[in-house]
């Protein structure tokens, strides 16, 4: 079947038209920050009627990124973007703007779903994908199927386990989550907390992620420690994860994976020595999609069994 | 329907004959430290047959002290204990010894099962239960069923939790498990780390919870401390199991429950802070069966779907 699919983040959304694991067409819009979710849908409305008029597609398959309630097609909480979002009724706004139907899924979920149908997870029935990005996705599945949960918010939350007594404050409430220890909107600030950090290049230069890697790789002991850091709490949130759903394969995304040839490795041996697995080793894995995963899920969200909201 | 019912630990095991969550008839016995699986079954297989002569019961359910296979009905892994398990068919065993079939769990998981169906839980669809002791059991159930996994082990080690980058080694071959920060074996090795232990009125007395709990209110503040992590450790394994899992109730069981009015108000105002539940605050409830809640998991076990094996 085809579906528009929408994948929308907290500074653009990317529109497309899928079929069977492929994007047919797709275009992105920046968004401002702080845009309200109302204003963000007017700003996507022309170019999905344009991929809607072009691809005779039987329904929208709608990524966000924040807690949602997949049975309801309603946001639930948004962490700080998209404030206005839980009042947002998406299936009414798609019905009147597209006269189609809408399925509603959390980004993270979504991109999983993609890697199952198409990527790094095919054929597989138990797995994890988190995402090291600007946050930390962590999602599970099990038996074939996102795990949801009483209130649709089991195995969606993998970046937001606490890995350390001592860490700090996460936007989602929580202290020491893997998140805010080690992905993009956290890392400037434990490095600048970092013991010896005015010494180190770091201090100089920008601090994301590529930056770490090229300092640590330079032999910068500061850099070096701060890596440690991260790839230990990527580590941990890997075994929690492990420990909780007990699956075959971790697949591993987003834009910090530029470094996957330091990073899987890592991980493998991580979960290998942490993990307390008796029948095996878990598998890491790269995710194969990139940035279409989740585009790439709407497909295989429309083909589960969840009822669709009309 | 009437079935007997095995909880076997590192240190004793009690038999019973249970029915529609009452137990009708239990035997304690002592087993020496060490000692293989083959003899403590040999030990238990007195106690159980003169249960079974006076019971007509139609079944054993087992509950068991390590990982576990419940469909092959199998010991998986034992952290140390009775090394001998996975080599051990306890169908068989109780198939020659007493003509009946025999279920088998995770001893923390029936606990949890025991809970749900004429305890603590009853009513609920989505519960964690954790149990501190000498370890720590972590247990979840999902849309009112024990969640197992690919292999049998999602959902059942939320003491081996990682919640400390920083933390001790486990017996699991973990780093920083909520067990090895924050249970019975493990609070002598936190507690003579801990700096300054060497004032603490602790280090002239038995360190266990009982004390540190004493010492604390005694205003001892090296106790107050070292009970100060001890709440954080189970703090964080009770966010990560929230973030996993999406539950309604968490339910804490346990010898260390003997300071429940002090751990219950703390947890439940640490989840009210740390937990991110938009839907809602997740109840936090002490357990009411004690050391029976296994044994009266037993029936359940055998009301549940599973294959039997004969």
Redesign the interface.
């Known amino acids: 079947m085809r579906v528009l699919a929408v994948d929308l983040g907290g500074t653009h959304a990317t529109c497309a038209a899928v079929e069977g694991g492929r994007i047919l067409a797709s275009e992105t819009v920046s968004l401002p920050e702080s845009l309200p979710l109302a204003e963000a849908l007017e700003g996507i409305a022309a170019p999905l009627g344009k991929l809607h008029a072009c691809s005779s597609a039987e329904g929208i398959g709608f990524g966000f990124c924040g807690?949602v309630d997949p049975n309801r097609a309603r946001i639930?909480?948004t962490?700080g973007k998209y404030t206005d979002a839980v009042d947002v009724d998406l299936t009414q706004w798609a019905r009147e703007e597209f006269g189609l139907p809408l399925r509603l899924e959390n980004d993270a979920r979504l991109a999983l779903l993609g890697e199952w149908y198409a990527g790094a997870a095919r054929g597989e029935?138990?797995v994890v994908m988190f995402t090291l990005g600007t946050g930390i996705g962590g999602v599970?599945m099990?038996?074939g199927r996102l795990l949801?949960?009483?209130?649709?918010?089991?195995?969606v939350?993998?970046g937001?386990?606490?890995?350390?007594?001592?860490g700090r404050r996460c936007t989602?409430?929580?202290?020491?989550c893997a998140e805010s220890e080690a992905a993009g909107w956290s890392l400037p600030l434990v490095a600048e907390a970092w013991p010896g950090f005015s010494t180190s290049a770091l201090a100089s230069g920008k601090i994301d992620f590529e930056n770490v890697f090229a300092c640590a790789a330079q032999g910068d002991e500061i850099a070096r420690q701060i890596l440690d850091?991260c790839l230990?709490?990527w580590g941990?949130a890997a075994?929690?994860?492990i420990?909780?759903?007990?699956?075959?394969l971790l697949v591993y995304g987003g834009g910090v994976m530029k470094s996957a040839a330091v990073i899987l490795p890592y991980l493998q041996e991580y979960v290998r020595?942490?993990?307390?697995?008796?029948?095996g080793t878990v598998r890491i894995a790269a995710a194969q999609l990139g940035n279409d995963a989740a585009l790439i899920g709407a497909t295989p969200l429309f083909e589960q069994e969840l009822p669709v909201v009309r």
Request: aromatic residues 6%.
């Open positions: 807690l639930t909480s962490n029935t138990d599970a099990m038996d949801r949960g009483k209130h649709q918010q089991a195995g939350l993998g937001h386990t606490p890995v350390t007594l001592t989602c409430g929580g202290v020491g850091h230990k709490v941990a075994v929690a994860a420990h909780a759903f007990d699956p075959d020595q942490n993990a307390w697995t008796p029948w």
